[in-house]
């Protein structure tokens, strides 16, 4: 069992710049895949960017350029950096763990942009 726990949520104005991180403990040996999706109000959840134990990546079109998505492999730590951040970026933002065929999820942390 992986337990992953998010954090760096908040209240910041368009232009803005935050960053989230995720730690997985617990049983995190041998995650092959981190990563973020968010979910807006009335919105499905979506994917935002997600980064393999090689350090491979790879990023929501809508957030190319402005998120970089890192992972400490010896800590078992994901980080999501965003900057220039706009009012459609709010959402509840989730850490997803994969070790298949299992996947966790943390419970989210929100994110808000104001104009």
């Known amino acids: 069992q992986v337990q992953l726990v998010e954090s760096g949520g908040g209240l910041v104005q368009a232009g803005g710049s935050l960053r989230l991180s995720c730690a997985a403990s617990?049983?995190?040996?041998?995650?092959?895949?981190m990563g973020w999706y968010r979910q807006a109000p009335g919105n499905q959840r979506e994917l935002v960017a997600t980064?393999?134990?090689?350090?491979?990546?790879n990023y929501a079109d809508s957030v190319k350029g402005r998120f970089t998505i890192s992972m400490n492999n010896a800590k078992n730590t994901v980080y999501l950096q965003m900057n220039s951040l706009k009012p459609e970026d709010t959402a509840v933002y989730y850490c997803?763990?994969?070790?298949?065929?299992?996947?966790?999820w943390g419970k989210g942390t929100l994110v808000t942009v104001s104009s």
């Open positions: 980064i393999t134990s090689g350090g491979s990546t």
């Open positions: 997803n763990a994969k070790r298949a065929p299992f996947t966790w």
């Open positions: 617990g049983s995190g040996r041998g995650i092959n895949v």
